[in-house]
């Protein structure tokens, strides 16, 4: 995360935590349409699915069949099966891995006791990019400076919190029709209810009041994903004391909101808030806001989304204490030093948001019956997504992606592992390079990243024994952000100047989120500096930000001759 996009699904399986206010490890969202489901097999196509010949043929549905209660007993492997592949959890994770199933010409089933679509869609990243779009405009609206800079008379912004809320509902419910859509017209049986592993290759799901119906894979796939995570004595109420899945719905506009946490999350209601009037405190627990960023682009992000708005913060604390307003008082914050853990401060704020990070939901799963425990909450798998048993053995035809897993809590890395166990299963080995998955924050401007930090690689590169060089280019020198009046910015790269190899790309600036996917791809395929940089990039645009950036890049005469690059680290 990234931005507020997950994979997820229901009510809590766990009560463990993963900070996601680490780009390292939460990213977010590369455009595309695999991970929003809008493919072309949503509009157009019905009932068909194709076979691993080639043929055309229409799916068979109702495989499905009562389970008594001597048959939830862990068994051995069933002779024959329902499904090819049965996915447990209907996010994006879970419906990446369907679609490209099917195009394998597998037969699939996947398993959903909430909606389809998991947070991303429902409380995550979709309504938060729709609420994002309005703090944006409203922003840019509201800058007489700017406007006058273009030569425009704007009179005075004002919005409609309803209509704006009806925006961000209207558009997840769209995009959850068109995932559902999608794979029923490729033939993805959708099952309804709580899936639980019974035993080898089998699957239980049912609905509450309901008999369970059982149903037997060849492989399955985990994809259960998280849902937020709320400290120790901090009180919920879903009205003054909320997380994001509350306030994604809008139902209130406060005056002041303390946001707990400057990660992702906590980063991107602060620009929706502070565009439609709030004043905003930060409570962070770190020594410094926005911890998870890269040092440099951290500081300039907070001199510009930051210092000018109204945020104050408080930096080394904890909130040990949350009580919601109630009986005419306001929201009571009690804070402590994070350090000596003495009492600190006490705030007294219109709301509060937690935005402290994503816990995995597992809990339930049934993960006992093939002798699996989870780490912290989370499904110990290896580099291949397999599932790991208490003795360390791999579990045999079951795999865990995306935030169950924890190895990286985004939406479109839970869909890139579901992919990667696909080819897996289907006869061709797959590792996933997790360093190449890049991040967004969608805060206005964008912060993107992709690979190491600069500590990170300086770090690295100590005990590997190699130098590390950076680059950076300024927005200022782009003629397409000084045309949109948009030149504040900053990208910066982290290579290695010996043979090439990008380690990191980090970007602060006018659609950063789209700009980072030439250096991700470029990581995912092994591209060195000195190839791309003779990519050839349409003048004027934005896109010019990273031709500059490599073309500025020092790589040694050695390295033209193509040494090696080193191997990527599984994460």
């Known amino acids: ?43 157009g196509f019905s009932g068909l699915t194709h ?10 549905r109702g495989h499905s069949k009562k389970v008594s209660a001597s048959a939830e007993s862990n068994g051995s492997p069933p002779k024959s099966f329902d499904y090819d592949l049965i996915i447990i959890g209907a996010g994006v994770g ?20 909430d909606v389809v679509g998991g947070t991303c869609v429902n409380r995550g990243c979709v309504p938060s990019k729709a609420l994002l779009a309005v703090s944006g405009k409203m922003r840019e609206l509201q800058s007489e400076h700017h406007m006058k800079a273009l030569g425009l008379q704007v009179s005075a912004a004002g919005y409609d919190r309803q209509g704006v809320a009806d925006h961000a509902n209207n558009l997840a419910s769209k995009i959850r029709s068109n995932l559902t859509n999608s794979m029923k017209a490729l033939g993805v049986d959708i099952l309804t209810g709580v899936g639980t592993i019974v035993g080898p290759q089998k699957v239980k799901y049912g609905k509450v009041g309901f008999p369970d119906n059982i149903v037997t894979a060849k492989n399955i796939i ?12 901090i009180e919920v109420d879903g009205k003054t004391v909320i ?43 770190l020594d410094q806001l926005m911890p998870g960023f890269d040092p440099e682009i951290g500081k300039l992000a907070q001199r510009v989304l930051i210092n000018p708005r109204k945020i104050d913060y408080h930096t080394g604390v904890f909130a040990t204490k949350i009580t919601p307003a109630k009986d005419g008082k306001p929201v009571i914050i009690e804070l402590i030093d994070a350090k000596t853990k003495e009492p600190k401060d006490t705030l007294e704020v219109d709301a509060a948001l937690i935005a402290t990070g994503r816990a995995p939901f597992t809990n339930g799963l049934g993960l006992e019956n093939v002798n699996v425990v989870t780490q912290r ?24 992606i995306g935030d169950a897993n ?38 206005h401007p964008e912060i993107s990243m992709v690979g190491l930090t600069e500590p990170q690689a300086r770090e690295k590169a100590q005990k590997e024994g190699f130098e590390v060089g950076v680059a950076k280019t300024s927005f200022k020198a782009n003629t397409k ?12 790269l982290i290579y290695r100047p010996d043979n090439g190899e990008i380690l990191g790309v980090h970007i602060f600036g006018l659609h950063a989120a789209d700009l980072i996917h030439e250096a991700s791809n470029a990581i995912a395929l092994g591209t060195r500096i000195q190839d791309i940089k003779f990519a050839v990039h349409a003048h004027p645009t934005l896109s010019e930000v990273l031709d500059e950036l490599f073309k500025s890049a020092k790589v040694k005469a050695a390295a033209l001759s193509h040494g090696p690059v080193s191997e990527p680290v599984a994460v």
């Open 1 to 43: 995360m990234h931005s507020i996009c997950f994979q997820a699904t229901g009510v809590p399986r766990s009560n463990y935590i993963f900070d996601s206010c680490s780009p390292a490890l939460a990213i977010s969202k590369p455009i595309n349409l695999r991970f929003c489901g809008l493919r072309k097999e949503a509009f």
């Open 51 to 60: 076979s691993s010949s080639g043929r055309v043929r229409f799916s068979s």
């Open 94 to 113: 879970g419906h990446g891995a369907a679609l490209h199933a099917v195009e394998k010409g597998l037969k699939s089933a996947i398993i959903e006791g």
């Open 222 to 233: 985990i994809a259960t994903g998280s849902v937020p995570f709320v400290p120790k004595g």
């Open 243 to 285: 997380t994001s899945d509350h306030a994604l719905k809008l139902e209130s506009v406060p005056d002041w909101i303390a946001i707990v946490g400057s990660g992702y999350i906590g980063l991107e209601f602060s620009d929706v808030y502070t565009a439609l009037g709030s004043e905003v405190t930060f409570i962070e627990a």
């Open 377 to 400: 909450g989370f499904v110990p798998v290896d580099e291949r997504m397999r599932v790991i048993d208490t003795n360390g053995n791999l579990v045999p035809h079951l795999y865990c």
């Open 406 to 443: 924890g190895k990286m809590m985004l939406a479109h890395a839970a869909s890139a592992q579901g992919i990667s166990v696909v080819e897996q299963v289907t006869g061709r080995d797959h590792v996933l390079n997790h360093l190449s998955i890049p991040a967004a924050c969608f805060t």
């Open 481 to 492: 952000a000084l045309a949109e009046n948009e030149g504040e910015g900053l990208a910066k």
